[in-house]
């Protein structure tokens, strides 16, 4: 398997110093900062990421230089796009970090105004696609003027910029879920087939080694349970060889609680990620689980959430995501803990024990683990899945994740109201 290449960007050690003072004296210059800080860091054609800034009670101290406020991931032609000029760009792309006091909003009905102290910029430059690591900035640079003095320095803004190679595996299925479709790495304009999947549903043969997971239902044809819970399904990942080598599959129906049409957070449907058993031939073992339910809003959201199961972590399992994905319109379920780092990664975690268990990535590699876009509910969804290669060293490493991608797509359809009727084209489960 060929990786692409992917670049990633971090920006993090931030800290806001006033030179010369220290927080005690000259309040009328540290009054501006009583209220928290926070910075937008922008770059051309990506979301605007908003962090907090601390300020620093010492003009001596410095932050921390392993932490990550913000990441960005940029493929060749991301790259190719900022540093090529355009008609409304003179001059390549600039990553921006723009530093403000205050809150946008309100509070008890009095509006909050926020002020902007200054902004750091850095040019877009061919170095960031150098394929090895390149420090871009590290240190203090001054952002803001002095307003009692203008002799003096103002307000300081500390942080590092980083661009790390970072390349990935991409992968699509190419159909639908339900449809039992080819699993193709892909790379450029070429397909590569690398897995089948499988899907099935209700009765499960005994003969089947995984049937001592999940249920069954009475008849195949009762349409009626149907309408009351979903259950049964799963999917299994199948090498070129035939031979299974993951799989998901429900272990708690998804049904609409008490009072309600949908799956609510109060009764989450579960899928159990499995990969073959090395040491008992024609087993399972397990190695994360699924939970998905329906938040109502303006805009219906399905809540996503996956632990990593580990025999050495008390509990057994371990927070790695919980991602919201737009019912109707769909969206990314990721692993990345620059992007959502888990309150269960500041504990102890484990070592791996193979190549693909990465229960360690929380307090050890960090970073981007895997991603999956999916469609929403009744839309015909053909799940794309990247992984980072360095938590694949087989194929058997990237198989499982291709389950898990497998879970999140069909909870989106497991997740629909009970009693709404499908559109004019769409699908059923």
């Known amino acids: 398997m060929d990786p692409q290449a992917f670049i990633r960007l971090s920006i993090g050690s931030l800290g806001l110093r006033i030179p010369g003072t220290a927080l005690d004296s000259t309040k009328s210059e540290i009054h501006a900062f009583s209220s928290p800080c926070s910075c937008e860091i922008r770059l051309r054609g990506f979301p605007v990421q908003t962090t907090s800034v601390p300020l620093l009670s010492s003009p001596e101290a410095t932050p921390d230089s392993h932490s990550i406020a913000s990441s960005f991931y940029l493929e060749e032609s991301d790259l190719k796009a900022l540093l090529a000029p355009s008609c409304f760009y003179s001059t390549h792309a600039c990553l921006e970090v723009a530093v403000y006091t205050g809150r946008k909003g309100s509070h008890c009905g009095v509006g909050i105004k926020r002020q902007q102290i200054g902004t750091f910029k850095l040019e877009v430059g061919p170095e960031w696609g150098e394929g090895k690591q390149v420090i871009l900035f590290n240190g203090w640079i001054g952002i803001g003027k002095n307003k009692q003095d203008t002799g003096k320095p103002g307000v300081e803004l500390h942080l590092r910029v980083k661009a790390d190679p970072d390349p990935r595996y991409v992968f699509q299925y190419e159909d639908v879920t339900r449809l039992s479709p080819q699993i193709v790495q892909l790379q450029g304009s070429i397909k590569q087939p690398i897995f089948s999947c499988r899907f ?186 990247q992984l980072a290669m360095r938590h694949v060293t087989c194929v058997e490493d990237a198989a499982i994740f291709m389950a898990l991608a497998a879970a999140v797509d069909l909870s989106i359809e497991a997740c629909r109201p009970f009693r709404r009727k499908l559109k004019k084209g769409s699908y059923s489960l």
């Open 200 to 385: 099935g549903r209700d009765r499960v043969p005994q003969v089947d080694p995984m049937s001592n997971y999940w249920s069954s239902s009475a008849d195949n044809a009762d349409l009626e349970s149907e309408r009351r819970e979903r259950k049964g399904w799963k999917v299994k990942i199948h090498d070129l060889s035939g031979s299974a080598v993951a799989a998901a599959f429900m272990t708690t129906p998804f049904v609409p609680s008490t009072g309600c049409d949908w799956v609510a957070k109060s009764n989450p449907g579960a899928w159990l990620i499995v990969r073959p058993d090395v040491c008992r031939p024609e087993s399972w073992q397990p190695w994360g689980k699924l939970e998905a339910w329906r938040e109502r809003g303006i805009r219906d959201t399905v809540c996503c959430r996956f632990r990593l199961m580990s025999e050495g972590q008390e509990g057994g399992e371990i927070l790695m995501s919980e991602i919201f994905i737009n019912a109707e319109k769909g969206g990314e379920f990721f692993i990345d803990t620059d992007r959502q780092m888990p309150a269960a990664a500041a504990s102890p975690i484990p070592s791996p024990q193979s190549s693909g268990d990465f229960a360690a990535l929380g307090s050890v590699v960090g970073g981007f683990v895997m991603s999956c876009r999916v469609q929403g509910e009744g839309k015909s969804s053909k799940p794309l899945v």
